[in-house]
């Protein structure tokens, strides 16, 4: 892998994580429990 493809894919990654901690911030309280307890069933499994 060359560097420039390197650092164009820490880019993408960090404009994709960004994206989802936006989307996250503005879902409602309820939606995010969810998500919270499915991540934390899924890590422990």
Excluded: S
């Excluded at 390197?6 to 879902?27: P, V």
Aim: proline share 2%; glycine share 2%.
């Amino acid at each position: 892998m060359t560097f420039e493809l390197w650092l164009f894919t820490i880019k993408r990654l960090g404009q994709t994580y960004d994206a989802a901690i936006a989307i996250y911030e503005n879902l409602p309280d309820d939606q995010k429990e969810a998500l919270k307890k499915e991540f934390e069933e899924t890590v422990n499994a």
